[in-house]
């Protein structure tokens, strides 16, 4: 194959280099290597007592270099693409196996990796000043403190970035990628008769300048207006085990904490999952279809093509009530002999790809939230979050309630916060006895921190859960 | 390190446009090797190379960050980032430190680089992990898998700014750790881990495997415990948790957005008296310890807290400045209760009789603002003063300052390899739910 060459020089490189790079990584035995190239630009403006005020700008570039060996992995990477780097990289990574050198020769041909483009840009943000950005951050800054007058300081950051990857394998296989990302979080601290309170709201997705418009404006003004003025009729309620409904939304960190983490299949090949022994089991209601999907327009966490080769895809962890499919990267699939799912990602070019999540969220089901509230003598009604974690192999998995409210006869009353929740995950799951058909993804700036940090996103329609435990004062 | 490189790169911004600038180089490597069951599963090597560009330009303030070193590789974009710069609203807090707050004189080495970092073989690691991976007896059937990883890492960083202030700091670090998996009741399948860290490659010791297995095979039968107030014992290993919050507090940022819990707390008296907190951040061969922060400001030993009483924010030059205030540090260093009290977790739970002793946080968070947090719980119920079974599914609810008025007792044990040196603590009438 032709590479485009604008990448190869990008990153300073001819394709015999490659080649003879590849060659050694294999040289003392591994199966598999490949080579991530990455070039990421990325900026950030900030705004703090009504001035954008400060600016910063980053540049990253390096390449990563994997052997895999079985279930082994050997990782290097350089920040200097020179070959000398590379193959010095290269031996190292290779050292992870201790056989003689695989026969196999690299391809003399290398086959393009083809993916859908789930990412389009409209208006790339190099063509865009520091100046015109500015204004949509003073403009937000001012829709904010229209809302009320308690409102006392606001905070925002708006961060471009735009990511160009060269993928070359063993196999011969090879892909370029441009992947453009953009974050806008919004911060205000309000203040009623000497009480604080604080709340943001943010959004991100993989889209150029035409990210940024009224619209987007409006609408995450009046969220972190809305989030903070409840607040302040707000307490931590009483705690214990009681029925749950979880507003659509945010409310998929359930799915991202409870089950989507265990269902990553590192875990599972290792034994140390809960689900370990759930594969084709039924494992919640059958009318319960729960997905992780790379391929959603613009979603913060979709895969045109996965950091390992392999085009993005949108995979049903759960269907019909059974667990479908663990979250796949190669060496995952080669252990399970299944293909893999796309969900083979990393942070950068520092890292060695790993199963994770990409925008995970369950299907609509038939209820109306109304009538599962209505269903709740005594419970309470989330919808917003702010961070979460799980014991993968116990299967107790957390988030933290910012805010919601007391369910009290049907009926939403009391606001409450600051309440982190508790439960089992394949306990949680099997309790889910009511899916709406509300079904919504929360595209706020949602990153996961397994090992290495990764942008990600979570959706759901409200669901009432049977039984979770719920932090609170006694 | 080549400081040449970072004293070019201050020039070129000057000489960009910058009237003041200041230019950190960091260079830094990390090695792991990890075990799975015994066979070597990953092996990763990293060096990585970065300058860090902070320029004050016509009052205004903006930031470059590079991993390309070489200066044709990123001339045009620092050029760039000086002329982005120049766009924004001036912000005339945005300075270099006042001078007369610069660390200055000779910083005697605080013993955080091991000379032999760069003599020690591959082999001789591999060897000190595998002996790691002895340690636990497998014939134990309930054991699923057993993760052994070593770790070192190096770092050091060089600053330079246009104020005449330059400063080197290096560091290396060694750790082993164990992750055990086992078989639980059902399909569950608990996992703790233990590790070690020092400074120095002959000090580092073996015996993390042995307790990793113990504290994994201690939550095996865990049950849920009824909601209610509950006297608690916090294990030093996590006993940090409820610290933290109160930095984050004083820390500048928040005070300034106020956005903080301890807003104008000062001088008042809103903690338990048992509570003073000491920064000591010259003590030798620990990983916090520095004569200077970020900013090249000097750092001295002083109470954060006295009696409960808050006694200082942590003051950037900015912060300082948007507060009208001096600057302070950036951020604690080697942080530590004083006096330390003379019980052990054991002896704590011995004389309170009945609660909870925690050993591991599950997610939750805290309010900034206010204090409210509440986090998951592991641990175990302990009654007659020792140990009964392992909880799980539990959250502890509250508000920070609450908590620490109920501070009962303030243990000795802090860890050594731990930068924050919190020992075991222990507090009433705290609020747990279960069942």
Request: negative net charge; glycine residues 10%.
């Amino acid at each position: 194959m032709e590479f485009d060459k604008k990448y190869l020089d990008l990153f300073g490189i001819k394709e015999s280099d490659l080649r003879e790079v590849l060659s050694i990584a294999l040289a003392r035995g591994g199966e598999y290597a490949d080579l991530y190239f990455e070039y990421t630009v990325s900026n950030e403006l900030s705004l703090r007592d009504g001035e954008v005020n400060a600016t910063s700008s980053n540049i990253d570039y390096g390449v990563g270099i994997r052997v895999v060996c079985g279930e082994k992995t050997g990782f290097a990477f350089t920040e200097q693409t020179t070959l000398a780097e590379m193959k010095n990289a290269a031996q190292i990574a290779a050292q992870i196996a201790s056989l003689p050198p695989s026969e196999a020769a690299i391809p003399s041909q290398f086959t393009p990796i083809v993916g859908k483009n789930y990412t389009p840009v409209l208006s790339p943000w190099e063509d865009h000043t520091v100046t015109e950005k500015m204004a949509f951050l003073t403009a937000l800054n001012e829709k904010t403190f229209a809302k009320d007058s308690r409102i006392t300081k606001v905070l925002e950051r708006l961060t471009d970035s735009n990511t160009k990857i060269l993928f070359y394998n063993s196999l011969g296989e090879t892909f370029t990628d441009e992947r453009p990302m953009a974050a806008l979080v919004l911060t205000c601290v309000m203040e009623d008769n000497g009480r604080i309170e604080s709340s943001s709201s943010s959004r991100s997705f993989r889209m150029g300048y035409e990210f940024l418009n009224e619209a987007l404006l409006d609408e995450m003004a009046e969220e972190a207006y809305q989030k903070g003025i409840i607040l302040f009729e707000a307490s931590q309620p009483k705690g214990g085990q009681m029925p749950v409904v979880m507003g659509a939304g945010g409310s998929g960190i359930l799915l991202h904490e409870a089950i989507g983490h265990a269902f990553e299949a590192d875990f599972n090949r290792k034994g140390t999952s809960i689900f370990s022994d759930k594969l084709g089991k039924q494992i919640c209601d059958k009318s319960i279809n729960i997905v992780d999907d790379g391929t959603v327009m613009h979603n913060r966490g979709s895969v045109n093509i996965d950091d390992e080769g392999i085009p993005g895809q949108k995979t049903y962890m759960v269907k019909d009530g059974i667990l479908n499919s663990y979250l796949h990267d190669r060496i995952s699939a080669k252990f399970y002999n299944t293909a893999p799912t796309g969900n083979g990602r990393r942070e950068s070019f520092r890292f060695m790809p790993i199963p994770r999540m990409r925008a995970t969220y369950m299907e609509n089901g038939t209820c109306r939230e109304e009538d599962l509230i209505a269903d709740v003598k005594q419970g309470i009604y989330v919808d917003n979050f702010s961070n979460g974690q799980v014991q993968i192999g116990a299967g107790d998995f957390t988030f933290y309630v910012k805010s919601g409210y007391l369910i009290e006869n049907g009926k939403l009353t009391t606001p409450i916060k600051d309440i982190n929740i508790i439960g089992n995950g394949p306990e949680a799951l099997a309790d889910i006895i009511g899916v709406a058909d509300n079904n919504k993804i929360d595209n706020g700036t949602w990153t996961c921190g397994k090992e290495q940090y990764c942008p990600v996103s979570c959706g759901m329609p409200s669901v009432l859960i049977k039984q979770l435990t719920v932090g609170g004062i006694n | 390190m080549d400081k040449i490189i970072a004293q070019q790169a201050l020039e070129m911004a000057l000489k960009a446009g910058a009237e003041k600038a200041r230019v950190v180089l960091t260079e830094s490597s990390l090695n792991t090797y990890s075990l799975l069951d015994g066979e070597l599963e990953r092996l990763q090597h990293s060096l990585s190379s970065s300058l860090y560009f902070q320029l004050f330009v016509d009052g205004k303030y903006g930031t470059f960050s590079t991993n390309r070193m070489e200066p044709g590789d990123f001339a045009k974009y620092l050029h760039e980032a000086v002329e982005s710069t120049k766009l924004l609203a001036p912000d005339t807090c945005r300075t270099l430190p006042d001078p007369k707050f610069y660390f200055r004189g000779e910083a005697q080495d605080l013993g955080q680089f091991d000379p032999s970092y760069y003599q020690i073989s591959p082999d001789s690691k591999r060897e000190l992990l595998e002996k790691l991976g002895e340690e636990i007896d497998r014939s134990d059937k309930r054991i699923i898998s057993v993760s052994n990883e070593y770790e070192d890492y190096r770092e050091n960083v060089y600053t330079v700014d246009s104020q005449g202030f330059s400063g080197e700091t290096g560091q290396t670090l060694f750790s082993l750790s164990t992750e055990c998996s086992v078989k639980g009741r059902g399909d569950v399948r608990p996992q703790n881990f233990w590790y070690d860290s020092t400074m120095f490659f002959e000090t580092l010791p073996l015996g993390c495997g042995k307790i990793s297995l113990e504290r994994t095979l201690g939550m095996l039968g865990a049950k849920k415990v009824r909601s209610g107030k509950y006297h608690v014992v916090i294990d030093r290993t996590v006993a940090s948790r409820v610290v933290s919050p109160i930095f984050s507090a004083l820390s500048g940022g928040a005070i300034q957005q106020k956005n903080s819990f301890l807003l104008d707390s000062i001088g008042k008296k809103v903690l338990s008296e048992k509570l003073t907190i000491t920064d000591t951040p010259h003590l030798p061969g620990l990983m916090g310890s520095r004569w200077f922060d970020s900013e090249g400001l000097a750092t001295t030993q002083r109470d954060i807290i006295s009696k409960g009483v808050p006694q200082t924010y942590f003051l950037t030059t900015y912060f300082a400045n948007k507060l009208g205030m001096d600057p302070t540090v950036e951020s604690v260093s080697v942080p530590g209760i004083e006096p330390l009290g003379e019980d052990s977790a054991a002896k704590m739970m011995g004389s309170i009789g009945r609660g909870i002793f925690i050993t591991g946080f599950n997610g939750g968070n805290c309010n900034s603002a206010t204090g409210d947090f509440s986090f998951g719980i592991e641990g175990y119920l302990f009654e007659n003063g020792v140990i009964s079974h392992p909880i799980k599914e539990m959250n502890m609810t509250g508000n920070i300052i609450s908590l620490w008025n109920n501070v009962s007792n303030i243990g000795k044990d802090y860890r050594e390899c731990s930068r924050w040196r919190i020992p075991s603590l222990a507090f009433s009438d705290v609020d747990l739910s279960g069942i």
